[in-house]
């Protein structure tokens, strides 16, 4: 099982981009999928998640500006972040929880960070 992220890159204060990170690889279902995020000497943070039950959450900081989705079809997770800040810098990564069989125990994943780094 793989998450492959993508969609980061620089853009200037105020600005939007789109993240999605894809599920591949054999499993049977996805659970949980969402953003975390780690700015230089910080810790790594939970932004956004999606529980596949309707349920989501957000960081307090990206309240209002960021929003998760997902297509489960393509078992894909997008994070829209508008209104960037420069405090958003950071190298995100998303997060799964997969169940690999209909009854083995769910495993957590990460894929590997892209960066966003807002800046004018």
């Known amino acids: 099982v793989q998450l492959q992220a993508s969609g980061g890159g620089l853009v200037q204060p105020g600005g939007s981009l789109t993240l999605s990170c894809a599920a591949s690889?054999?499993?049977?279902?996805?659970?949980?999928m969402g953003w975390y995020r780690q700015a230089p000497g910080k810790q790594r943070e939970l932004v956004a998640q999606?529980?596949?039950?309707?349920?989501?959450k957000y960081a307090d900081s990206v309240k209002g500006r960021f929003t998760i989705f997902r297509d489960n079809a393509k078992n894909t997770v997008y994070l829209q972040m508008n209104s960037l800040k420069p405090e958003d810098t950071a190298v995100y990564y998303c997060?799964?929880?997969?169940?690999?069989?209909?009854?083995?125990?769910?495993?957590?994943?990460w894929g590997q960070g892209t960066q966003v780094t807002v800046s004018s």
């Open positions: 997060n799964a929880d997969i169940f690999r069989t209909s009854v083995s125990g769910k495993n957590n994943y």
């Open positions: 690889g054999s499993f049977f279902s996805i659970n949980a």
């Open positions: 999606d529980t596949n039950g309707g349920t989501t």
